[in-house]
């Protein structure tokens, strides 16, 4: 008889299904970059209206994003980030250097500016000690560990 194993409880597996697929990310994206009206958001991201709808509604509902009605007739709104949806921008950023780095390293598609003048390179740092949070630099503790939770 074969046993059951319950897959590990994780936040990762939890953010990923919220904004896990290629079209909520691409939404924060957008509204990142300052375009907030549905027809821009179909045309930078190359989402259909009907999935770009379902993904504005599911990050809506879960807190990433709120809507505001700029025309009432035709109803039309506009979607600004929510102090959460601004904080998922890190994790954009992190992606964007991985990308930039396997993906593209030869030519970045896109290159930010650091308020400070110079090519924007994000890092993860420990917010304690403003250590990098690179491979040996961290581990799972604490009661996530005891359960066999990551976090």
Known sequence: MSKSV?????????????????????????LSHGVHRFDRIV?????????????LR???????IRRR??????????????SAGWELC?????????????????DPPLRY???CGEVLDPVVVCAHCGG????????PSGPALADDRCS
């Open 90 to 106: 890190d994790v954009l950023l992190t992606l964007m250097r991985w990308g930039d780095r396997h993906l593209n390293p030869d």
């Open 58 to 64: 599911r990050l809506e509902a879960v807190g990433i």
């Open 132 to 139: 990098p949070a690179v491979r040996g630099a961290h581990s």
């Open 113 to 115: 500016q650091h308020s």
């Open 6 to 30: 319950a897959p590990r409880k994780c936040s990762v597996a939890d953010t990923l299904d919220l904004v896990g697929d290629r079209w909520s990310l691409l939404v924060v994206r957008e």
């Open 43 to 55: 045309r930078n991201t190359g989402a259909s209206r009907d999935v770009l709808t379902a993904r």
């Open 69 to 82: 009605l700029y025309n009432e007739h035709p109803p039309r709104y506009e979607y600004r980030l929510t």
